[in-house]
């Protein structure tokens, strides 16, 4: 399996709401990014559903500086 369908499949989710924001980054966002950020994306994916969530949804914002932005680029690429 290549990096973008692993990818691909680790974003598919429990919510709809997270599975069309985060295939949507993949499809126009995630070529964009460097090695060190795709690492953090992988690692971004690891969180628990509810808590992604509410950071792209932008109710709560991530601690941590890296997540903070990725967060912003995947609302980024949502938005009309």
Same mark, same amino acid.
């Given at each position: @399996?290549?990096?973008?369908?692993?990818?691909?499949?680790?974003?598919? &989710?429990? @919510?709809?709401?997270? !599975?069309? =924001?985060? +295939?949507?980054?993949? +499809?126009? +966002?995630?070529?964009?990014? !460097?090695?060190?950020?795709?690492?953090?994306? !992988?690692?971004?994916? %690891?969180?628990? %559903? $509810?808590? =992604?969530?509410?950071?792209?949804? +932008? &109710?709560?914002?991530? $601690?941590?500086?890296?997540?903070? &932005?990725?967060? !912003?680029?995947?609302?980024?690429?949502?938005?009309?």
């Amino acid at each position: @399996m290549n990096e973008l369908a692993r990818v691909r499949w680790k974003c598919r &989710r429990g @919510m709809l709401e997270l !599975d069309l =924001l985060l +295939g949507q980054f993949v +499809g126009h +966002g995630y070529h964009q990014l !460097d090695p060190a950020q795709r690492a953090e994306f !992988d690692r971004l994916l %690891d969180y628990p %559903d $509810t808590v =992604l969530l509410e950071w792209l949804l +932008g &109710r709560i914002r991530p $601690t941590e500086r890296e997540i903070v &932005r990725l967060v !912003d680029k995947i609302r980024a690429a949502a938005a009309p």
